[in-house]
């Protein structure tokens, strides 16, 4: 290597300079993330960066130059950050700023803190900064995206670069990064230093990134047939019946459904989801959350029409605090699922993950070892608060790696966009961004359809917005789901009615007896479900007994997180017989299926109060507060007793 020219003995004579063209190279390099189509910027950045470092003799303000050029880079890559935090600690603004620096800082230092020890320990080897520069780059990449299980790979800035996207999908993301990186950092070395020689490498290299073949264009054919569900809330999930005769696969966002199976890894042991999805012959790829049972997991679930799972798989690359503890913060977390994230649904083999797994590179690439031929992506993206830049970004890394792996993507989502993209990384679909809840489909024919198949809601929830998890499963589009809080009559007739929500017997979702029985007088419904524990106590049943003698289901006991289970025929069209008759709990217990009638109630409530303690004792289901069961027709009854005559409960 030639030696390095005569440097000026006024060190500060460089410092401003070196300084500004830094701060320049992260100001470049961080605006392909606002427009893919100034991709020449990303190398001009590099360029300077580079140039910075073999210019600057004095350690410490390389590494300043280092740092202010990288933070410049992550706060324009990410301005998506402050936008995320409101989403997730809504009107607390002074956390909103922590969680926002708190972020963009710890994104920052996997790549950024290396390039800085690079500047501080390779110093006095600056003819070398286009050898150590790309090496570091790559791996704090590869650090960034285990530790925060986020990719913010410089090679997204390259996608609507041909040449480099087929670079990619022929050497791969690190031997084509690496690649780049070199080109640009030699040019801005050879620049700082007159290393004319440099050229000779860079233009071998550029020659070797020119030689990879175009991108095979590949087939469309594999996502015919596929829905891709986009939710603008939990509350308002798509019927897929009347367009389940185009469709073999509905792949719905994560979160989706509120039931948390007690599956485990494998074929789902004959267990069923609280409400079938839908549809005739479609099969469904769902996320739910298991009970911490055998520990919490975030499980993706293949489940046929009529809600049997028949395969399952936990979540692998989990999020930090959220789904796993991260830097001392953080509960517990979720248990990193094992198997390989492929299933066989049909003919297809499906790469299935879970919201941001997709990132994880080695993840992807071990399904598609097992022979995955599609990525189908559940997101969840309430996290992205309505930011086009968070939206964009999530859509760029979706197509590098679809580019990467040569497989099209499928990608479903909760308050987000639903996308469909082939293995040359072409958006063939997108949902609008304020689009209402759909089902978003490709076919290489019909090109793209956004399906909003009316919905035919025949059961009316209410629910508290204290306890919304409390809310069940329905079947998708055959339930409207209501707050109570500022609820007020009239409101549109309903043939069902089911209140879901906390109750000690004599409260129902914070609501009084006779508050209860007058919301739901408003639907003037014919069967009334009272969805939460102790529901079939005296006080509630005897405000709801009515003169039109309203058909009223509701557990005697206490009941299990997830409430009740319905079937198929509690949502048709048959008598009110039959749909009470679709109704159990998990596991069955015996119900109050009945027609509430003052004067047994009455009758039922003085023979409580007459009886000794000795004949109530056994008849105790709840200590606090006191409730005793006694037999009416319908099903058994709860009745409030005096605990003094009854004496304390048993001892544990």
Same mark, same amino acid.
């Given at each position: 290597?030639?030696?390095?020219?005569?440097?000026?003995?006024?060190?500060?004579?460089?410092?401003?300079?070196?300084?500004?063209?830094?701060?320049?190279?992260?100001?470049?390099?961080?605006?392909?993330?606002?427009?893919?189509?100034?991709?020449?910027?990303?190398?001009?950045?590099?360029?300077?960066?580079?140039?910075?470092?073999?210019?600057?003799?004095?350690?410490?303000?390389?590494?300043?130059?280092?740092?202010?050029?990288?933070?410049?880079?992550?706060?324009?890559?990410?301005?998506?950050?402050?936008?995320?935090?409101?989403?997730?600690?809504?009107?607390?603004?002074? %956390?909103?700023?922590?969680?926002?620096?708190?972020?963009?800082?710890?994104?920052?230092?996997?790549?950024?803190?290396?390039?800085?020890?690079?500047?501080?320990?390779?110093?006095?080897?600056?003819?070398?900064?286009?050898?150590?520069?790309?090496?570091?780059?790559?791996?704090?990449?590869?650090?960034?995206? @285990?530790?925060?299980?986020?990719?913010?790979?410089?090679?997204?800035?390259?996608?609507?670069?041909?040449?480099?996207?087929?670079?990619?999908?022929?050497?791969?993301?690190?031997?084509?990064?690496?690649?780049?990186?070199?080109?640009?950092?030699?040019?801005?070395?050879?620049?700082?230093?007159?290393?004319?020689?440099?050229?000779?490498?860079?233009?071998?290299?550029?020659?070797?990134?020119?030689?990879?073949?175009?991108?095979?264009?590949?087939?469309?054919?594999?996502?015919?047939?596929?829905?891709?569900?986009?939710?603008?809330?939990?509350?308002?999930?798509?019927?897929?019946?009347?367009?389940?005769?185009?469709?073999?696969?509905?792949?719905?966002?994560?979160?989706?459904?509120?039931?948390?199976?007690?599956?485990?890894?494998?074929?789902?042991?004959? #267990?069923?989801?609280?409400?079938?999805?839908?549809?005739? $012959?479609?099969?469904?790829?769902?996320?739910?959350?298991?009970?911490?049972?055998?520990?919490?997991?975030?499980?993706?679930?293949?489940?046929?029409?009529?809600?049997?799972?028949?395969?399952?798989?936990?979540?692998?690359?989990?999020?930090?605090?959220?789904?796993?503890?991260?830097?001392?913060?953080?509960?517990?977390?979720?248990?990193?699922?094992?198997?390989?994230?492929?299933?066989?649904?049909?003919?297809? @083999?499906? +790469?299935?993950?879970?919201?941001?797994?997709?990132?994880?590179?080695?993840?992807?690439?071990?399904?598609?070892?097992?022979?995955?031929? #599609?990525?189908?992506? %559940?997101?969840?993206?309430?996290?992205?608060?309505?930011?086009?830049?968070?939206?964009?970004?999530?859509?760029? %890394? &979706?197509?590098?790696?679809? +580019?990467?792996?040569?497989?099209?993507?499928?990608?479903?989502?909760?308050?987000?966009?639903?996308?469909?993209?082939?293995?040359?990384?072409?958006?063939?679909?997108?949902?609008?961004?304020?689009?209402?809840?759909?089902?978003?489909?490709?076919?290489?024919?019909?090109?793209? @359809?956004?399906? $909003?198949?009316?919905?035919?809601?025949?059961?009316?929830?209410?629910?508290?917005?204290?306890? *919304?998890?409390?809310?069940?499963?329905? %079947?998708?589009?055959?339930?409207?789901?209501?707050?109570?809080?500022? #609820?007020?009559? *009239?409101?549109?007739?309903?043939?069902?009615?089911?209140?879901?929500?906390?109750?000690?017997?004599?409260?129902?979702?914070?609501?009084?007896?006779?508050?209860?029985?007058?919301?739901?007088?408003?639907?003037?419904?014919?069967?009334?479900?009272?969805?939460?524990?102790?529901?079939?106590? @005296?006080?509630?049943?005897?405000?709801?007994?009515? *003169?039109?003698?309203?058909?009223?289901?509701?557990?005697?006991?206490? #009941?299990?997180?997830?409430?009740? $289970?319905?079937?198929?025929?509690?949502?048709?069209?048959?008598?009110?017989?039959?749909?009470?008759?679709?109704?159990?709990?998990?596991?069955?217990?015996?119900?109050?299926?009945?027609?509430?009638?003052?004067?047994? &109630?009455?009758?039922?409530?003085?023979?409580?109060?007459?009886?000794?303690?000795?004949?109530?004792? *056994?008849?105790?289901?709840?200590?606090?507060?006191?409730?005793?069961?006694?037999?009416?027709?319908?099903?058994?009854?709860?009745?409030?007793?005096?605990?003094?005559?009854?004496?304390?409960?048993?001892?544990?």
């Amino acid at each position: 290597m030639p030696p390095l020219p005569p440097q000026s003995s006024d060190r500060s004579s460089t410092t401003a300079p070196t300084l500004t063209v830094a701060i320049l190279g992260g100001l470049l390099l961080g605006l392909p993330a606002w427009s893919l189509q100034t991709w020449p910027l990303a190398w001009l950045g590099i360029g300077a960066s580079a140039w910075a470092l073999a210019k600057e003799p004095v350690w410490h303000r390389a590494m300043l130059g280092v740092l202010a050029g990288g933070v410049v880079t992550r706060v324009l890559w990410l301005a998506w950050s402050l936008p995320m935090a409101r989403a997730m600690i809504p009107d607390d603004p002074g %956390m909103q700023a922590i969680v926002t620096v708190g972020f963009v800082a710890i994104e920052t230092v996997p790549v950024v803190g290396l390039l800085c020890v690079g500047a501080a320990a390779l110093h006095r080897l600056r003819g070398t900064v286009c050898i150590w520069l790309p090496a570091l780059w790559v791996v704090g990449e590869r650090l960034q995206a @285990q530790w925060t299980s986020v990719a913010t790979d410089w090679l997204y800035t390259q996608l609507e670069f041909p040449p480099i996207m087929e670079a990619l999908r022929t050497f791969g993301l690190v031997p084509a990064t690496l690649a780049c990186l070199f080109v640009a950092a030699a040019v801005g070395q050879a620049w700082a230093l007159r290393q004319k020689w440099l050229l000779i490498p860079v233009g071998v290299v550029l020659v070797a990134l020119a030689a990879a073949p175009p991108l095979p264009p590949g087939s469309a054919d594999e996502l015919a047939g596929i829905g891709a569900v986009h939710l603008r809330s939990e509350t308002a999930l798509p019927t897929v019946d009347a367009i389940d005769s185009d469709l073999d696969l509905v792949v719905w966002p994560e979160a989706s459904f509120a039931a948390e199976p007690t599956v485990q890894e494998g074929s789902g042991a004959g #267990l069923r989801l609280d409400a079938a999805p839908g549809g005739q $012959r479609a099969q469904h790829l769902v996320g739910v959350r298991t009970p911490p049972r055998y520990g919490r997991q975030n499980m993706a679930l293949l489940v046929e029409p009529d809600g049997l799972i028949s395969q399952a798989r936990a979540k692998i690359a989990l999020f930090p605090l959220f789904e796993r503890p991260f830097l001392g913060f953080g509960g517990p977390g979720l248990v990193p699922g094992e198997r390989v994230p492929l299933f066989q649904v049909g003919e297809r @083999q499906v +790469i299935t993950l879970i919201c941001g797994e997709f990132l994880d590179r080695e993840l992807v690439a071990r399904g598609v070892a097992a022979g995955g031929k #599609l990525l189908a992506v %559940m997101a969840r993206d309430r996290y992205q608060g309505d930011s086009t830049q968070a939206d964009r970004h999530t859509l760029i %890394m &979706l197509r590098l790696r679809a +580019i990467e792996f040569g497989v099209p993507a499928v990608y479903a989502s909760l308050e987000g966009r639903a996308s469909f993209v082939s293995a040359t990384g072409a958006v063939l679909a997108r949902s609008a961004a304020d689009a209402n809840s759909g089902v978003l489909t490709y076919h290489p024919d019909r090109g793209a @359809q956004d399906r $909003r198949p009316p919905r035919d809601p025949v059961v009316t929830v209410l629910y508290s917005k204290a306890t *919304p998890k409390l809310r069940p499963d329905c %079947m998708p589009g055959r339930c409207t789901f209501l707050p109570i809080e500022g #609820l007020t009559c *009239p409101q549109a007739p309903t043939r069902t009615v089911v209140v879901s929500g906390h109750s000690d017997g004599t409260l129902v979702a914070g609501l009084a007896p006779e508050a209860l029985a007058k919301l739901v007088s408003c639907f003037k419904p014919e069967l009334v479900v009272l969805d939460a524990c102790y529901g079939a106590a @005296q006080p509630i049943l005897d405000a709801l007994a009515t *003169p039109t003698k309203r058909l009223v289901v509701a557990v005697p006991a206490n #009941l299990a997180a997830r409430g009740l $289970r319905y079937g198929r025929a509690f949502y048709g069209d048959g008598p009110v017989a039959e749909r009470a008759a679709a109704i159990q709990t998990w596991p069955p217990s015996p119900l109050y299926v009945g027609r509430p009638d003052r004067a047994a &109630l009455a009758a039922a409530t003085s023979w409580v109060e007459r009886a000794s303690g000795d004949t109530l004792r *056994p008849l105790v289901r709840s200590w606090v507060p006191t409730l005793v069961a006694k037999p009416l027709p319908g099903g058994d009854v709860l009745f409030p007793a005096d605990w003094r005559k009854i004496g304390h409960p048993p001892s544990p």
